[in-house]
């Protein structure tokens, strides 16, 4: 399927492995020209030169972070006029006692999870408005909707975002700038590979074992988390040309591990 976005101009935040990296290899492949940032530049390079190998595209390494004022300004250089936004980060550290949870915690995920991608729209979507043509979309957590506690610093500053990307999209709707949010679950992404392995050093175990503890205890209908790449063709097809017509949702992709209203 041809999702119609070859040449629509990408930025693509906190690309360089998980979900952010799935997105940008997506997009990629439907020749999409994509400015990629992450922090790290080595990581960086590297999968901005396999993907270019792998798709053809132009894909555009921005060492820079996201949630700092320089950082903005440097991708915004390199990417002044993006039809698409895509914005996504580290999980947050997992937390344990809420009463543990300090201010200087909450301030440095706003910065990070909130206050980043809120700026990033600000910039942005008066050109996508102009043009008549945009798409935003947030990868963010399955925790907005569905709060526990051990998401507490990821869920809660995502919740505010989901909100705020609701009410923005029902005023740009209509100048085809649609707006949207995927919301993982349990995927298997550098992140979650670093934990698991540190779970499984520190308990004498394998990383699948971690992973299979996890679904268990947990009861994820699927039996396993999801890959990347599940995320980043979602994210595509989000940012495409039939998405004319989908804005302020928010998709949970979770293996089926939460209930809902339908
Ligand atoms: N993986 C899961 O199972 C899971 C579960 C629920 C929710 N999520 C959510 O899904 C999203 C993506 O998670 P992930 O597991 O794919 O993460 P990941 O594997 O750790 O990848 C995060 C990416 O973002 C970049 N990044 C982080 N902070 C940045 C910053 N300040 N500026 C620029 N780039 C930055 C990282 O590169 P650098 O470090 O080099 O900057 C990396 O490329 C997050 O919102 C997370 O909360 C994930």
Known sequence: MDLGIRGRKAIVNGGSAGMGRGSVLALAREGAEVYVSARGEERLVSACEEITRETGASVTPVVA???????????????????????????PETTGDY?????????????????????????TIDGMVERGWGRI????????KYPTQIRILSGAPRAALVNYTVAVSKIVAKHNVMINNILPGMHHTAAIHDRYTALAEQNGTTYEEEVQKFVKAWRIPAGKFGDADDVGAFVA?????????????????????????F
């Open 65 to 91: 972070d996201h949630s700092t004022d320089e950082g903005r300004e440097k991708i915004l250089s390199a990417c002044p006029e993006p039809d698409i936004l895509v914005g996504t980060c580290a999980p």
């Open 99 to 123: 009463r543990a949870i300090t201010v200087d915690d909450w301030k440095a995920n706003l910065d990070v999870t909130l206050l980043s991608p809120v700026q990033f729209m600000q910039a």
């Open 137 to 144: 979309v947030n990868i963010a957590t399955g925790a907005a």
């Open 237 to 261: 097809l989000f940012c495409s040309e039939y998405a004319n017509f989908l804005t302020g949702q928010s998709l949970v992709i979770d293996g089926g591990i939460t209930n809902s209203t």
